[in-house]
């Protein structure tokens, strides 16, 4: 029988791409989506689809009782994906904004993997999969929200990963990188909720910089990487039959993972506010 695994954010980008490429490495996915429309897309190309909003516990409980009556109970694997961003200063970020993006990105994920932690312990085995991003290893300006969520859920993960170590569930972080995505064009609903750049000191500073960013198609980023080099990792990651706690995937991530060792903090903040 074909391994399971459910993975969420699958409307595009990276869950999108691992969706597609678990599918043809032979694994029997349940691709979850946060909007209808995104889970009917899914089901007519061919996926088991569910309804998951990471911010609505009562979209995880039915998604995951939808999914363990389809497999009989049991499920191998879980790719925790779905994320949004909130750009913004940190001095301008009101306490909503936190409270918001923290629901879907760690909150909701946090959720949904407790739910599952039983499920891998009745059966005898399991992996958890937890995509991160070189945000939860150093930082960058305007992205404080994100990578608040990013470095919670790195110690959260690591330390699932180490209270595990008495049981046959493997947990593991999967670190991107620039990787092409939606993940802008989806940012800036939030950015205008919550951000009123107008009023802020660093009102000319987004005028020139972070505005730019959002509203401007300026193609890929240097070193960004297509979807599909997550999922080849991703497949490592489930496949490897002792899995490694990180997988790096991006140039960025390797090098910023390297400098975060051996910099001091100071040398490392010079890099890291040239953006």
């Given at each position: 029988m074909s391994k399971s695994i459910l993975i969420t954010g699958c409307s595009s980008g990276i869950g999108y791409d691992a969706a597609h490429g678990l599918r043809r490495a032979g694994w029997r996915?349940?691709?979850a989506c946060r909007a209808q429309d995104d889970v009917d897309r899914l089901a007519a190309e061919g996926f088991e689809a569910v309804r998951l909003d990471y911010a609505d516990s009562a979209s995880i409980d039915s998604a995951l009782d939808q999914v363990l009556q389809a497999t009989g109970g049991t499920l191998d694997a879980l790719f925790n994906n779905g994320a949004?961003?909130?750009p913004g200063a940190v001095e301008d970020l009101p306490r909503g904004a936190l409270r918001d993006i923290f629901e879907v990105n760690l909150f909701g994920l946090h959720e949904l993997t407790t739910r599952v932690i039983p499920v891998m312990r009745a059966q005898g085995h399991g992996r958890i999969v937890n995509c991160s991003s070189v945000l939860g290893l150093v930082v960058m300006p305007w992205r404080g929200a994100y990578v608040a969520t990013k470095f919670a859920l790195e110690g959260l993960t690591d330390t699932l990963r180490i209270e595990m170590r008495d049981t046959a569930i493997k947990v593991i972080l999967i670190e991107p990188g620039p990787v092409t995505s939606k993940i802008r064009q989806n940012s800036i609903a939030h950015f205008e909720r919550w951000i009123d750049w107008e009023a802020s000191?660093?009102?000319?500073?987004?005028?020139?910089?972070?505005?730019?960013?959002l509203y401007e198609e300026r193609g890929p980023d240097r070193f960004e990487l297509p979807p599909q080099a997550v999922t080849a990792k991703l497949l490592r990651a489930l496949e490897a039959r002792n899995p490694r706690p990180?997988?790096?995937v991006t140039t960025p991530t390797y090098i910023m993972g390297a400098l975060r060792r051996i910099l001091p903090s100071r040398a490392l903040d010079w890099i890291l506010a040239k953006g």
């Open positions: 996915v349940f691709a949004h961003a909130c000191p660093r009102a000319a500073k987004y005028r020139s910089g972070l505005l730019k960013r990180r997988y790096y």
